[in-house]
């Protein structure tokens, strides 16, 4: 997984409100599953490098930043 833009929360979860250590979150997203959902976007080749990757990802996006 690549991160590329990070936005910090700065809003603590209260004690109260946040999870236990003995508590686990899950979700079922079978039933949201859309194959198109990431387009293009889904798939670094294995023998392509991290850096190429994400330098062909904001190439995109500049593209399409331009296009709107």
């Known amino acids: 997984m690549v991160v590329t833009d990070i936005k910090p929360s700065a809003d603590a979860i209260p004690v109260r ?19 198109d959902f990431w387009g293009n976007y ?11 990757a994400v330098g062909k990802l904001k190439k995109m996006q500049g593209a399409e930043s331009e296009g709107k």
């Open 17 to 35: 409100e946040a999870f236990g250590t003995e508590q686990a979150l899950s979700d079922d997203a079978t039933l949201f599953f859309d194959k």
């Open 42 to 52: 889904n798939i670094i080749k294995p023998e392509e490098s991290l850096e190429k």
